[in-house]
């Protein structure tokens, strides 16, 4: 039994030597068959990075250059045509179009200003017929025919007339309800303005707001001695207003202007508002304004509301502006 079971371990020892070699062969394949894989696949990178690149197509021919000459004159082809289509396409723009047409077409005369409005309501026909009619408008129709009657607002092209703050934002029922009847002296002498104030220019309820008043009086002054300067037009340097009463809406106006002194490109000018229906007439030689030589024209006995003091000087553009608000 003895030798029987010492014969069984030594089996068994063998048995056991025998599979631990058949494994230690199998991870010998192993390791031998994955460091071939890698040697294969480094010479594979090798073999490629050894090889020259080759393109697969062929580069481009350079284009011939184009003489001095021939680029000149395709640059000013593609020019012609880009600017031909931005004059094209600038033109076709109605607001661009109406405002070039209205500028280079001739301003409406005095008297053309005079039938052009048209009332767009009956009361707007009502304030006019009132203002045209005035016994203020009349005699200065008939004892001053060296006046200049006209709506200087309506010489304002109409395609620009709508921005401009007094000929028509603040134009229309409610507001500056017809443009203002406007004599003026052609030596820049004298104004007087008729107009009437609606109901949506006030301030206060009732009350026509100052920064209005003060704009019809620069504006006024203004106009009164554009004929005195060289091109007929100047902008505000100095503008001082002086309120005494207030100035009730819904009533008709009278402005008078006087240029108290020029000297070159500059103009002093005063003015007034006062009340037309509480006003009276005098005439041009019994109606001096006081310190001052000149008479203002049909000068009124209503009580002044607001005065005004202001310097005017032309500007350097003032033959452009002038062709803009057709001024004489």
């Known amino acids: 039994m003895s030798s029987a079971h010492h014969l069984h371990l030594q089996l068994q020892r063998r048995l056991l030597n025998s599979l631990a ?16 894989r890698l040697l294969a696949s480094a010479r ?11 393109p697969t197509t062929a580069p481009p021919l350079p284009t011939p250059k184009r003489s001095l000459p021939v680029r000149i004159l395709r640059s000013l082809f593609t020019a012609t045509i880009f600017f031909s289509l931005g004059i094209y396409i600038g033109w076709e723009t109605l607001p661009a179009r109406s405002v070039i047409l209205s500028l280079l077409s001739p301003p ?20 006019n017929t009132h203002i045209v009619s005035h016994p203020i408008a009349q005699t200065l129709r008939t004892q001053h025919p060296e006046l200049k009657e006209q709506r200087p607002h309506l ?14 934002t603040l134009a229309g029922p409610g507001k500056i309800v017809v443009p203002p009847l406007t004599f003026i002296a052609p030596d820049g002498s004298r104004l007087v303005s008729l107009f009437y104030l609606g109901q949506n220019l006030c301030g206060h309820p009732g009350i026509i707001h100052g920064g209005l008043l003060a704009t019809l009086l620069d504006e006024g002054l203004a106009r009164c001695c554009f004929p005195a300067m060289p091109n007929g037009i100047a902008v505000t340097a100095t503008l001082k207003v002086d309120y005494k009463v207030p100035v009730k809406a819904g009533e008709f106006y009278v402005l008078r202007a006087e240029t ?4 070159g490109r500059k103009a002093w000018v005063r003015g007034w508002i006062e009340k037309m229906d509480g006003s009276t007439m005098d005439g041009v030689g019994d109606a001096l304004v006081e310190g001052v030589g000149k008479s203002i024209a049909g000068k009124g006995t209503g009580q002044k509301l607001v005065e005004a003091e202001a310097l005017f000087i032309e500007p350097r553009n003032a033959s452009v502006m002038k062709r803009i608000y057709n001024v004489d």
């Not at 199998?26 to 071939?36: D, I, K, P, V």
């Not at 594979?44 to 080759?54: D, W």
């Open 21 to 36: 070699f058949e494994q230690h062969l199998s991870a010998a394949r192993y390791r031998s068959n994955t460091t071939s």
């Open 44 to 54: 594979r990178l090798q073999s490629t990075a050894a090889q020259p690149h080759f």
């Open 108 to 127: 409406p005369s005095d008297a053309e200003t005079l039938t052009s409005y048209q009332p767009p309501d009956e009361e707007s026909a009502r304030i």
């Open 155 to 168: 010489k304002i092209p109409e395609a620009i007339r709508a921005t401009n703050l007094t000929g028509g």
């Open 260 to 263: 108290t002194r020029v000297e």
